[in-house]
């Protein structure tokens, strides 16, 4: 159990796609967890299957999607924290820094978990890892928190190796799949999917239970 988890991610999904698994394990075993989302994906291009919103209305069903995905991951205290979607890039690093050094003065976290900087593809996703990592890193040794870490381009594995931090959620895998389906605008594709795996044979239930069954990361080393 840790004390405390702080989630940092930029994106309504991020959390359910990259790491709902994780999220839900911890929170399950009792550790309060907070998010902080830094935009509303305002400027994502799903718009759910079939189309049900559009450029002006999908910051608010994006809100409530990522309210609904929390309340089911056991996230017990989600900040917003007002920055645009695609605009984290061009923010002062410093002021990211800054913000996210005041909520770990705040929370003090035994856990971070966000995305591996250099390693998450989007602009977005980078800008607030390596705020992340920064602002952990100048915190004395004694101080920091372990930061876990999601990585996905295409070269992670040959540069980072294997992932060292390996998670049965198989006790949590229909908690992150109802996750998943909370946030339909950006999901339904992958959902669809997911439930002709289900509603198949045996052989083909098993794999996709158990796909959903593991989560793994990367711990972050200075």
């Known amino acids: 159990m840790e004390r405390q988890v702080l989630v940092i991610f930029p994106h309504p999904d991020d959390e359910t796609l990259a790491v709902g698994g994780a999220i839900a394990y911890h929170a399950h075993a009792g550790s309060p967890v907070t998010y902080a989302c830094f935009t509303l994906g305002q400027m994502g291009r799903n718009m759910g299957k079939p189309f049900f919103a559009n450029r002006e209305t999908l910051p608010l069903i994006r809100e ?5 995905a929390c309340s089911i991951l ?14 984290l890039e061009f923010e002062d690093p410093e002021l ?15 856990l971070i978990i966000t995305y591996y900087p250099g390693y998450s593809v989007h602009p977005d996703h980078e800008a607030l890892a390596f705020a992340t990592v920064e602002a952990v890193r100048r915190l004395p040794g004694a ?3 372990r930061i876990h870490c999601q990585a996905f381009s ?6 980072l190796g294997e992932r060292d931090v390996i ?5 949590v895998w229909e908690t992150k799949y109802r996750a998943i389906k909370a946030h339909k605008t950006q999901t339904a594709a992958r959902v669809e999917q997911i ?28």
Do not use: C, W
């Open 64 to 68: 409530k999607e990522l309210k609904d």
């Open 74 to 87: 056991g996230i017990s205290d989600l900040r917003m924290m007002g920055f645009r979607d695609k605009t």
């Open 96 to 110: 990211l820094v800054g913000i996210i050094s005041d909520l770990i003065k705040e929370l003090k976290p035994s």
């Open 143 to 145: 101080e920091r928190p």
């Open 154 to 159: 295409k070269n992670h594995g040959k540069a």
């Open 167 to 171: 998670l049965d959620i198989s006790e």
């Open 195 to 222: 439930e002709r795996s289900l509603a198949g044979n045996a052989e083909e239930r098993k794999r996709t239970i158990q796909s959903l069954s593991q989560e793994a990361l990367y711990t972050y080393r200075f």
